[in-house]
Nanobody
Framework: QVQLVESGGGLVQAGGSLRLSCAAS????????MGWFRQAPGKEREFVAH????????YYADSVKGRFTISRDNAKNTVYLQMNSLKPEDTAVYYC?????????????????WGQGTQVTVSS
């Protein structure tokens, strides 16, 4: 069982930055690939970014490529999402998710563990 707790959301103006954090409660954090997803009101949950357990590979949705950076610190059991050049369309609840293993998956159904989400609101 893995428990995930996100933090770092908030209200920011367009063009601004936020860094989200996700702390995991597991002794085997380095065995899990981690992903960030988001869900805007009335929309389905969508993939944002993925990082392998070894940090050797990352993968991004086209909509955030070049603006967002996913990283992880296995010593701290934490994954991060640095979000720069934020746009109003980035407004959503952001969730981190974990799956055992190292393959890249963009479908939420592939992730077994989820945090409670943190709200990001970007004003124009």
């Amino acid at each position: 069982q893995v428990q995930l707790v996100e933090s770092g959301g908030g209200l920011v103006q367009a063009g601004g930055s936020l860094r989200l954090s996700c702390a995991a409660s597991t002794r085997t954090f380095s065995s899990y690939a981690m992903g960030w997803f988001r869900q805007a009101p009335g929309k389905e949950r969508e993939f944002v970014a993925h990082i392998s357990w070894s940090r050797s590979s990352t993968y991004y949705a086209d909509s955030v490529k070049g603006r967002f950076t996913i990283s992880r610190d296995n010593a701290k059991n934490t994954v991060y999402l640095q979000m720069n050049s934020l746009k109003p369309e980035d407004t959503a609840v952001y969730y981190c998710a974990a799956r055992y293993g190292d393959s890249v998956y963009t479908s939420p159904e592939r992730y077994a563990y989820w945090g409670q989400g943190t709200q990001v609101t970007v004003s124009s």
